[in-house]
């Protein structure tokens, strides 16, 4: 019998279960590239319902507690005298949402000596080192496709968002002004705009498609190419390189994954590059920026904007200048998360566990790491090696209460 820990974010404040703005979401069976929605045997929640917080459990627990396994779930993750810590000495399996991260370094793992696999119940798994779990024969499973357009609505969103300056002009209203002026000083339209995605997978696609309507003009830069008849339908321009695009752009959207080739890729350097006056829209990972130069770039008005959902570490010190800094219009990392996305992803995890406990394969397209080496979707993605370093920050946000 399998112990299984499960690190989930808190509960509202106000209370769970919350009560629902909506009585139900449409059913999504299969993705734009054929892929199919997860399909688990069944499933023990209502979808809709909100279940990436602790007291929502990812619908597990009736599932684990039925076949004789133990499930705990915690939102206390960090630091050496967490719950997570207590609980992994006998850990086969270990599940967290890369909202609420359980940072799985290399001397975590090699803490749980029992441990199997780590599943990410969403999509990126750079918060466990790959290249720890490579060493020590863990797999890594995360939910693929499971909340890309999610995310990809949320991008169009933010570079809305940023562009016509909305969140100021909200602010106003709030505040009782009818300030047009200071409302519109730095508001434009996106028409005729270019628009650049660093990586057009599942995602950067996803985002390129969205955006064709708004008649601008569409660049990307991938490690791949894409088809032709894609890039002739979307009028897209591919780029040899990240630099070439940025140097054109008037907004820069990342959508790639954080591993080794991409930590700090927006750095002095390459947001130098950029054109004054660029938004830089960020909804992969924090670290893919560097913080102190997106500050920067900010003050000196390099950049207009800079907006996303991702931080290093999660959650966010409280005197993290990502809070503070100006023009900006960053949430907590929630994109990936919408109740919508919950289902798929729940589901997902389901899937995988029930793969595991029967022993049939997971499927290709959820695996990173497997048999000591990046596997399915991650040895396509992702490069070896850690992106976890400096993990322990985050125990910050914990300790300032
Ligand atoms: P995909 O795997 O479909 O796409 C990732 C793309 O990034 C692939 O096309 C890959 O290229 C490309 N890529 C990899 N390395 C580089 C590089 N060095 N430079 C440029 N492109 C690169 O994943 P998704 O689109 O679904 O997700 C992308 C990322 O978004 C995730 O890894 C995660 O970090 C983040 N994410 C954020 C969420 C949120 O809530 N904010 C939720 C979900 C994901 P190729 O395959 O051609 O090699």
């Given amino acids: 019998m399998a112990k299984v820990v499960c690190v989930l974010y808190d509960d509202p404040v106000t209370g769970f279960p919350p009560k629902y703005a909506r009585d139900d979401i449409p059913a999504i069976t299969e993705y734009a590239d054929g892929q199919t929605a997860p399909t688990p045997s069944s499933i023990d929640f209502t979808p809709g319902a909100l279940l990436g917080s602790v007291s929502g459990e990812l619908g597990l627990r009736k ?41 799985m370094t290399a001397e975590r793992i090699d803490k749980a000596k029992n441990l199997k696999m780590i599943v990410t119940a969403g999509i990126g798994s750079d918060h466990t080192d790959l290249q720890a779990a490579m060493d020590k024969g863990v797999t890594v499973a995360e939910v693929t496709f499971c909340n890309s357009i999610s995310v990809a609505e949320h991008v169009v969103m933010m570079i809305l968002s940023q562009v016509r300056n909305y969140l100021p002009s909200y602010g ?73 695009m940025v140097k054109v752009c008037d907004v820069v959207t990342i959508n790639c994954p954080l591993h080794p080739e991409t930590e700090h890729l927006f750095d002095d350097e390459m947001i130098g590059k950029m054109k004054r006056g660029s938004y830089l829209i960020n909804t992969a990972r924090g670290k893919i920026a560097d913080r102190d130069a997106v500050v920067r770039a900010l003050e000196s008005g390099q950049l207009a904007g800079y907006a996303g959902d991702v931080w290093f570490p999660q959650p966010a010190p409280k005197d993290h200048p990502w809070r503070t800094m100006p023009h900006h219009g960053m949430t907590p990392h929630i994109s990936g998360t919408s109740l919508s996305a919950q289902t798929r992803y729940a589901a997902g995890t389901r899937e995988i566990l029930e793969s595991y406990f029967a022993g049939t394969p997971i499927r290709d397209e959820y695996l990173i790491v497997e048999g000591g080496k990046l596997a399915g979707v991650g040895a396509h993605s992702y490069t070896a090696g850690n992106a976890t370093k400096g993990s322990e920050e985050a125990e910050e946000f914990r300790k300032s209460g």
């Avoid at 300030?179 to 339209?189: G, K, L």
């Fill in 172 to 244: 106003w209203v709030v505040k009782g002004g009818w300030n047009i002026a200071d409302c519109v000083e730095r508001s434009y339209d996106l028409e005729g705009m270019n628009v650049g995605t660093v990586a057009a997978g599942r995602i950067g696609l996803a985002v390129l498609r969205r955006l064709k309507p708004f008649e601008v003009k569409l660049h990307y830069y991938d490690k791949h190419r894409l088809p032709k008849d894609v890039e002739e339908e979307l009028g897209l321009t591919f780029h040899p390189d990240v630099e070439s």
């Fill in 63 to 103: 599932f684990l507690e039925d076949a004789g396994h133990e499930l705990v779930v915690t939102s206390d993750k960090d630091g050496a005298d967490s719950v997570l810590d207590r609980e992994l000495p006998d850990a086969d399996i270990v599940i967290s949402q890369p909202f609420w991260p359980a940072y």
